[in-house]
């Protein structure tokens, strides 16, 4: 495994700005700072904020646990349905009361429930979603694989391919998967994907403007979800999938359900070896980069370059790395999933829009872009083009 060049990430700091950093850590550290920040009313919301944060950081296992034991004992739908006391809920789900009770008032506690008149329990503000989002949950319960793998993470670190997760997506480790591995395999991926694929579909749809436009191929496709929302969105577009043999089977059974067959090209490939098919003047590429090395994502921009008609579009969306945009909202603290998530699934990385832009310019395109859009965790979404002028 290479170490991959994450030269983004660190930050351009002049001498005294790193003089002044030290110079803080230095401060922090004095104990007697502690007290006094404490004793300050300017200072003291700093010094609880931080305490928090180191808190969280130090408690977030037993969150996840609490919210996956709320997924697998099903209390987001069952709540939703209507407020239910204790004993019913321990009654439906044959967990003891005295017990229950602890995972009902953790759930409270993070915002997942809320306690109702007459000693009810219901939802909370974050567990809403949950009940009505079948995605989150499936991704919830996927994340068990992860933690699984993490337990010892310097073990992990030092072994990373071995666990679950590795297990879990075949096309990751062996470039002859779709002929050696099972079908349900390919299957098991492709419907958590086809599920958690709702709000990065949302925020394409919602960003782009699909009109110019007259045929779509979405490289890596899975089962064709985003493919089939756009056809249903933007009935003038025909569509082209390519994705692994076994996986363009499952697509195919999808666009048959909503009647949109007619107007599918499946183009069953390995991007690996086989060049992409051409005819389309915009192609996607959802969630697939940061499967890969980088090796892999050049070769791959290479192709959808050659197979794009002159001025022809690529877009890529997916989740980039954000914590070099120095955002204060938390948005950043996402990065550390990413990066533990894609190392333990194969030899693919989070990387920062730049990164994938500068990688897009190698590939030959032009006018690259990154287009704003709502909810970055979901995706953000980059823009390139085949250039018109001869080179
Ligand atoms: C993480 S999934 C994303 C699927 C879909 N675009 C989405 O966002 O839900 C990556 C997809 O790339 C496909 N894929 C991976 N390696 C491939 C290869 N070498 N050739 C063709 N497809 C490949 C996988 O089968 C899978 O469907």
Redesign the pocket.
């Known amino acids: 495994m290479n170490a991959a060049p994450f030269a983004d990430s660190f930050m351009k700091l002049s001498t005294w700005h790193n003089w002044l950093l030290h110079g803080l850590e230095r401060l922090y550290a004095n104990p007697k700072l502690y007290q006094w920040s404490l004793t300050n009313p300017f200072t003291r919301w700093i010094t609880k904020r931080r305490t928090q944060q180191i808190f969280d950081l130090m408690s977030g296992f037993v969150y996840s646990q609490v919210l996956l034991g709320c997924v697998r004992l099903d209390l987001f739908k069952m709540l939703y349905q209507r407020p239910l006391d204790l004993e019913q809920i321990s009654r439906q789900t044959k967990v003891p009361p005295e017990t229950l009770q602890r995972l009902l008032l953790s759930a409270v506690a993070l915002g997942l429930l809320e306690h109702r008149s007459q000693q009810r329990f219901g939802l909370g503000a974050l567990g809403v979603p949950l009940a009505i989002h079948e995605g989150i949950g499936a991704m919830v319960e996927h994340n068990h694989l992860l933690y699984q793998d993490m337990q010892d993470p310097v073990a992990f670190l030092n072994n990373a391919w071995r666990g679950g997760m590795a297990d879990y997506w075949p096309?990751a480790h062996d470039e002859q998967a779709s002929e050696r591995a099972a079908q349900d395999k390919?299957s098991r991926y492709?419907d958590l994907?086809?599920s958690s694929?709702e709000f990065?579909v949302q925020e394409i749809l919602g960003s782009y403007y699909f009109e110019e436009h007259r045929c779509v191929l979405d490289v890596?496709?899975?089962k064709g979800?985003?493919a089939s929302e756009l056809a249903l969105y933007a009935p003038h577009l025909k569509l082209k999938l390519?994705?692994?043999p076994p996986?363009l089977e499952l697509a195919k059974a999808n666009f048959q359900s909503k009647g949109l067959i007619d107007r599918l090209t499946v183009c069953p490939?390995?991007?690996?070896h086989d060049p992409l098919p051409p005819g389309a003047d915009l192609v996607t590429l959802?969630?697939?980069a940061h499967?890969h090395p980088d090796d892999v994502v050049q070769l791959l921009l290479q192709k959808i370059h050659d197979a794009l008609p002159v001025g022809g579009t690529l877009l890529l969306a997916e989740p980039m790395a954000q914590s070099h945009a120095g955002g204060s909202d938390g948005a950043a603290q996402t990065d550390a999933y990413f990066h533990f998530y894609l190392l333990a699934m194969g030899a693919g990385r989070l990387r920062t829009p730049d990164e994938l832009m500068r990688m897009m310019r190698q590939a030959g395109f032009g006018s690259i872009e990154q287009v704003p859009n709502n909810m970055p965790i979901h995706a953000q979404i980059l823009l390139g083009r085949k250039h018109k002028c001869l080179p």
């Not at 490939?269 to 690996?272: I, K, T, Y």
């Open positions: 096309y390919f492709s994907m086809a694929q990065v890596g496709a899975g979800r985003f390519f994705d692994l996986v490939g390995n991007f690996l959802v969630r697939v499967d």
